[in-house]
C-alpha cells in the first residue's frame, strides 16, 4: 500500500462493515421485539433468523477489534492515521489539485485555480489529534469490548462461559455508538484533507447510518409481514 487513497478505501470499508452489521442487528432486534407481525414472521424460520443476528453481532465485534487493534502489523484506525503521518505529502496542494482534475475527468475547471488558492495542507499534528481522540475511547473497548471479542467470539475461552451474560452486561449501546461515530468522523476529516483541501474536527459531521440501516432493515421486515 503506496497511497493514502488506498489506505483511505480500506478503512472506509472496515468502518462500513462494523457500522452496518451493528446498526442492522440493533434495528431487526428493536423491529423484531415490537412488531408482533415481524415476530410472528421472523418465528416461522426461527434458526435462519438466529443464524443471521448472531452473524451480524460476530461481524461487529470482530470487525471493531480489527478498527481498535493496536498491533503494529494490523491495519486498525491507529495504522490508519500512522500511515496517513508517514505520508503527509500526499496531502499537499499538488496531490490535492490532482484529484480535482481526475474528478474532472482529467480537465482544469475554470474554478480550480481560485479554488486551489484556499485549500489547507494538512500536517502531522492535525492527524495526531486524530489520534488523541481515538485514543480517549481504546482504554473503554480494551476494558470491556475486547474480551467479548477475544474470548467470546474469536474464540470460546473455556473459564468466560459461565459468565457470558455478565461480560455482555457490561457493554452499553450508546457508547458503542459513540465508537463508531468517532471512527466515521475519522473518515470524513480524513476524507476532506486530502480531497477538498479542507480542515475539519471529529463532530462537525452529521452521520446517517444508522438513519440509512434502519430504513433498509424496515423495508426488509414489512416483506416479511406481508
Given at each position: 500500500?503506496?497511497k493514502?487513497?488506498?489506505?483511505?478505501?480500506l478503512?472506509?470499508?472496515?468502518v462500513a462493515?462494523?457500522?452496518?452489521?451493528?446498526?442492522?442487528?440493533?434495528?431487526?432486534?428493536?423491529?423484531?421485539?415490537?412488531?408482533?407481525?415481524?415476530?410472528?414472521?421472523?418465528?416461522?424460520n426461527?434458526?435462519?433468523w438466529?443464524?443471521?443476528?448472531?452473524?451480524?453481532?460476530?461481524?461487529?465485534f470482530?470487525?471493531i477489534?480489527?478498527?481498535?487493534?493496536?498491533?503494529?502489523?494490523?491495519?486498525?484506525?491507529?495504522?490508519?492515521l500512522?500511515?496517513?503521518?508517514?505520508?503527509?505529502?500526499?496531502?499537499?496542494?499538488?496531490?490535492?489539485?490532482?484529484?480535482?482534475m481526475?474528478?474532472?475527468?482529467?480537465?482544469?475547471?475554470?474554478?480550480?485555480?481560485?479554488?486551489m488558492?484556499?485549500v489547507?495542507?494538512?500536517?502531522?499534528?492535525?492527524?495526531?489529534?486524530l489520534?488523541?481522540e481515538?485514543?480517549?475511547?481504546?482504554?473503554?473497548y480494551?476494558?470491556?469490548y475486547?474480551?467479548?471479542r477475544?474470548?467470546?467470539?474469536?474464540?470460546?475461552e473455556?473459564?468466560?462461559?459461565?459468565?457470558?451474560?455478565?461480560?455482555?452486561?457490561?457493554?452499553?449501546?450508546?457508547?458503542?455508538?459513540?465508537f463508531?461515530?468517532l471512527?466515521?468522523?475519522?473518515?470524513?476529516?480524513?476524507f476532506?484533507?486530502?480531497?477538498n483541501?479542507?480542515?475539519?474536527?471529529?463532530?462537525?459531521?452529521?452521520?446517517?447510518?444508522?438513519?440509512?440501516?434502519?430504513?433498509?432493515?424496515t423495508s426488509l421486515?414489512?416483506?416479511?409481514?406481508?
Amino acid at each position: 500500500m503506496e497511497k493514502v487513497e488506498e489506505a483511505l478505501k480500506l478503512y472506509r470499508d472496515e468502518v462500513a462493515t462494523a457500522t452496518w452489521a451493528f446498526y442492522a442487528w440493533k434495528h431487526l432486534n428493536n423491529i423484531g421485539s415490537n412488531d408482533r407481525a415481524v415476530r410472528n414472521g421472523l418465528n416461522r424460520n426461527a434458526a435462519t433468523w438466529n443464524v443471521i443476528t448472531h452473524s451480524l453481532q460476530t461481524t461487529f465485534f470482530i470487525t471493531i477489534g480489527r478498527l481498535f487493534d493496536i498491533d503494529g502489523d494490523a491495519f486498525s484506525v491507529h495504522a490508519f492515521l500512522r500511515f496517513c503521518i508517514e505520508n503527509v505529502d500526499q496531502f499537499d496542494s499538488r496531490h490535492i489539485r490532482e484529484r480535482k482534475m481526475t474528478d474532472q475527468n482529467g480537465i482544469e475547471a475554470d474554478w480550480l485555480e481560485s479554488y486551489m488558492g484556499r485549500v489547507y495542507e494538512a500536517k502531522v499534528p492535525d492527524f495526531q489529534r486524530l489520534r488523541g481522540e481515538v485514543t480517549k475511547h481504546q482504554k473503554r473497548y480494551e476494558e470491556i469490548y475486547r474480551p467479548i471479542r477475544n474470548k467470546v467470539m474469536a474464540h470460546k475461552e473455556i473459564a468466560s462461559l459461565s459468565n457470558v451474560t455478565e461480560i455482555f452486561g457490561r457493554t452499553n449501546i450508546g457508547e458503542i455508538q459513540s465508537f463508531l461515530a468517532l471512527f466515521g468522523q475519522v473518515e470524513n476529516v480524513v476524507f476532506d484533507l486530502m480531497h477538498n483541501g479542507k480542515l475539519r474536527k471529529i463532530g462537525d459531521y452529521e452521520l446517517h447510518e444508522e438513519q440509512r440501516m434502519e430504513q433498509d432493515v424496515t423495508s426488509l421486515l414489512d416483506r416479511i409481514k406481508a
